[in-house]
C-alpha cells in the first residue's frame, strides 16, 4: 500500500506538527518516522526500491488517508528529479505545502544548525558569504521556485499550500481546510490538536527557546548575539541592512507565490 499523501516541506516550516495532527485524525495514517527520505535522491533511500518504501504503510490499508512529510523533497536545485521520481510512483497523491516567513525560517533553520553544531559561523557571516543565495538556507525559502518542480507534474488541484503562521495562530480553521482538500472529515477536533506538537526546543519555547539553547553553548559576547536574535514578537532581530540584503535573496520568489495561491501572507516580512 503506498501513499496518497507527502507533506514535501518546507524545513522549520511546521512539517513535524502538521505530520503529528493529521495522524491524529482516525481517518489518516502518518508513516514513523516521519521523514522517509525516498525520493530525494538515488544516494538517499531510492535506492531501497519501491517495496522498501511501501513497507511503512502495510498496515495503513484501513485509511483513507496514508502520507510522510520529508521537508528534504524540496530543496532543488541542490536535489534534482525528485518531482520526477514521485510523480512515476505514486503520480495521484496528494501534496501539502509547509510554508513561512522567508527570512524567519531561514534564521530557524540557521538557530538550528547552529544548536547541533552543523554551522559554526556567525549568523553575519552567513548573510554576507557571497553564496548565500545558492545555500540551503535560501533555496528552501524559495516556495515557488521549490513548488514549480511539482507543479510541472501534479495539477494544481493536487497540492495545498499552507502557512506555517496560520496552523499556529488559527489552528482549527488551518486544519479543517487541510482535512477537505484530503477529503476527510473536516470538522474533526481532539484536544491533542490544541497543543504545539512539535520539536523539543520548540516546546521549551520555540524561536525563543532554540535561541536561548544556542547561547547556552556559545561564550559570553557571542552568547548575547544570539539572544539578541529575538525581537519583542518572537522575529528574529536583524540590523536593517542586514534583513533589506536577505530581502533581495526572497522577494520576487515570495511575490510569484502570493500570485500562484492567491494568498497575501501579510505577517511575512518579504
Not at 90 to 100: E, G, K, N, S, T
Not at 107 to 125: F, I, M
Not at 147 to 170: C, G, K, M, P, T
Request: net charge positive; with cysteine; hydrophobic share 40%.
Amino acid at each position: 500500500m503506498l501513499p496518497n499523501l507527502v507533506v514535501i516541506g518546507a524545513q522549520k516550516a511546521g512539517t513535524t506538527s502538521l505530520h503529528r495532527y493529521l495522524d491524529r485524525h482516525p481517518e489518516v495514517s502518518m508513516s514513523t518516522p516521519k521523514e522517509l527520505n525516498f525520493f530525494t535522491s538515488p544516494a538517499w533511500n531510492w535506492w531501497r526500491g519501491v517495496d522498501w518504501y511501501e513497507s511503512h504503510f502495510a498496515d495503513a490499508g484501513a485509511f483513507a488517508v496514508r502520507g510522510e512529510s520529508s521537508p528534504s523533497y524540496t530543496t532543488y536545485p541542490r536535489e534534482t528529479g525528485i518531482a520526477e521520481r514521485m510523480h512515476a510512483v505514486i503520480p495521484d497523491a496528494r501534496l501539502v505545502y509547509m510554508v513561512r516567513d522567508p527570512i524567519d525560517r531561514m534564521v530557524s533553520q540557521y538557530l538550528h544548525l547552529r544548536a547541533n553544531g552543523h554551522e559554526l559561523r556567525s549568523l553575519a557571516e552567513v548573510c554576507s558569504d557571497p553564496a548565500l543565495a545558492d545555500s540551503t538556507y535560501v533555496i528552501q525559502g524559495r516556495y515557488h521556485l521549490q513548488l514549480s518542480q511539482f507543479l510541472a507534474r501534479y495539477s494544481r488541484d493536487r497540492v495545498l499550500v499552507i502557512a506555517q503562521e496560520d496552523l499556529l495562530r488559527r489552528r482549527r480553521d488551518t486544519l479543517r481546510r487541510v482535512f477537505r482538500f484530503l477529503e476527510v472529515h473536516p470538522e474533526f477536533w481532539a484536544p491533542e490538536l490544541a497543543v504545539v506538537a512539535n520539536t523539543a526546543a520548540d516546546k521549551a519555547g520555540g524561536l525563543r527557546g532554540r535561541a536561548r539553547s544556542v547561547a547556552r553553548t556559545l561564550p559570553g559576547p557571542a552568547a548575547s548575539g544570539a539572544e539578541a536574535l529575538l525581537a519583542r514578537s518572537g522575529r528574529p532581530r536583524l540590523k536593517p541592512g542586514v534583513r533589506r540584503r536577505l530581502t533581495t535573496h526572497f522577494a520576487a520568489d515570495a511575490d510569484r507565490l502570493r500570485r500562484l495561491t492567491g494568498r497575501r501572507f501579510r505577517s511575512w516580512s518579504v
